[in-house]
């Protein structure tokens, strides 16, 4: 069943108004009928399951037909924050990490990220990163569209990062020493409902400099296995274990 | 340091050779000099560092400085057999599950595989595949390249599921009724050596009676969480539970 992800504002008690791109989608695209039934989520993330009453030119009108529980988001708030990679790799990122479960994306200017950030051209990125987060977030079944911001500096990262329960940064030096428990010791550690925050560098990694800050704030330098993962690869390996820990190993 | 993955014919003693394209990348790509050191793999998996001792036109000799000890591998064999997806998808999902550790793949003319194999265009295809994993694997630092089949039919994958220790299949149905605890079991009773097949449907899943026939070849139906992952993300969340299992958790 279509999923849409509304503002709270088009919720009016039993009866929800959606207009736009969505209504779009709905009358054109799946050329629906009054009767059909959606998923509709509100910004909380709770989602209705909602019945077709009225088409006008503007606007489809539904009846909330019930409320369901349901439970898709992961047991804990997970951030990503990559520095800017090139190309489109942060799409990429965007688009799995967010079927796998991520909260939060906190992009960042690293000091070996190659991508020079252009504030004019990047209001059209950022907004196309929403579309893709929102796509894979109906997609997906989720009921909670992540959140994405314009990139960072990495000093406003340091200092964001005092928001955060835990925080990780993936290191492949580390993994190099043969260190492999820390990443597994931190979910063991973690409870529902608490955050992490966890960073990644660009192509090139992040430079030495980078990681000893990192660690000055509290993050833990951790490795994700013998072999060196692409820059787009490692986020989708923490979101997928941290998945596999609290869901389907029932740690909770 | 750069890697490469050679026959066992290459290596003679304390000497290896090296032509065509390898060649070409050690002079020309990356400007190499008599006494540079690269890593070369056989066709066992085991690597040495080796130091260049001479140019000719054709090929590039080397000197065996020492064997090294280095387990890269994930320690169980796990194949990973997709139901041929649309477009490029096969590309992407080669190239990230050969950085996450897989060890083969079996591509299979799933029911609603939309792709219709083409024997003759089918060659270059399953070339252009092996190259991907050669290299993602130089890329990762892994001391094997997957080796890819040619698609194959559904009967076959079925016989053929008979070689491997274990056999999952993704399945989302699964998922929906709350069940999320079989592949943490199937990995809990794992052990170092063993293998598995892992069977994931196209875009449009597997259908219920490809499940039905999976299920007397003994396959295992998991969910991998209650988001619904797209056809190109399940295996990459496989492989990064099962090395997050093995390697991380250190649960041998």
Redesign the interface.
């Known amino acids: 069943m279509q999923r849409y992800f509304l503002s709270n504002s088009q919720f009016q008690d039993d009866t929800i108004t959606i207009g736009g791109e969505d209504a779009h989608h709905i009358a054109r695209v799946m050329r629906m009928e009054e009767g059909s039934q959606v998923y509709c989520c509100n910004e909380e993330g709770k989602t209705a399951v909602a019945e077709i009453t009225n088409f006008t030119n503007e606007a489809v009108t539904l009846h909330i037909v019930k409320w369901i529980e349901?439970?898709?988001e992961l047991p804990i708030q997970v951030s990503i924050a990559s520095g800017l990679p090139k190309g489109d790799k942060l799409e990429l990122i965007i688009q799995?990490a967010t079927?796998?479960?991520a909260h939060r994306f906190v992009p960042f200017n690293a000091a070996r990220s190659i991508v020079k950030w252009d504030e004019k051209k990047g209001i059209k990125k950022v907004e196309r990163w929403g579309k893709i987060a929102k796509e894979a977030a109906e997609?997906?079944?989720?009921s909670v569209v992540p959140t994405i911001l314009k990139p960072v500096s990495f000093d406003f990262l340091l200092k964001e990062s005092k928001n955060y329960d835990y925080k990780i940064v993936a290191y492949e030096e580390v993994a190099k020493t043969g260190e492999?428990?820390r990443?597994?010791n931190v979910l063991t550690n973690m409870k529902p409902g608490e955050s992490i925050l966890v960073a990644f560098g660009p192509e090139g990694g992040l430079t030495e400099k980078e990681i000893v800050l990192l660690e000055e704030y509290g993050f833990i330098a951790c490795?994700?296995?013998?072999?060196?993962?692409?820059t787009e690869?490692a986020p989708?390996?923490v979101l997928?274990?941290i998945?596999?820990?609290f869901?389907?190993?029932?740690v909770k």
């Open positions: 349901e439970s898709k799995k079927e796998l479960g997609q997906s079944h989720r492999m428990s990443f597994a490795g994700l296995g013998p072999r060196i993962l692409r690869t989708l390996y997928s274990a998945s596999y820990h869901e389907l190993q029932g």
